[in-house]
């Protein structure tokens, strides 16, 4: 399984524990829910998670991170093709995009 969908599913699971258990036991724990959120929001802008960090040392395959080369996105988030960016973008060099009727 893929580590992303992991991730999503130890979201959901704990969101939905700490709602039952906010709802039954004590509303503090409605304070976990903002926590799990709270860890999803940083996790977007920061591209860091710690549960991310745990399952890759558990071994878990298919870090959401791996096989992803940064070093080749230019900076209009395109990825760079090493032989020019009018190579990258075919529309540049008047070629019709995929997909597109002339």
Known sequence: MRMHY??????????L????????????WLL??????????QSSLTHWCLLERI??????PGSSAAGRDYS????SGFPSSGRGTASARPWRRGLPLPGCRP
């Not at 992991?6 to 969101?15: D, K, N, S, T």
């Not at 039952?20 to 036991?25: F, N």
């Open 17 to 28: 524990i700490s709602l039952a258990l906010g709802y039954w036991v004590s509303p503090y």
């Open 6 to 15: 992991l991730i999503r599913r130890f979201a959901g699971v704990f969101v």
């Open 72 to 75: 080749r996105l230019t900076a």
């Open 55 to 60: 399952l890759e040392r558990a071994g878990v």
């Open 32 to 41: 976990f829910t903002a926590f799990v959120g709270a860890n999803l929001f």
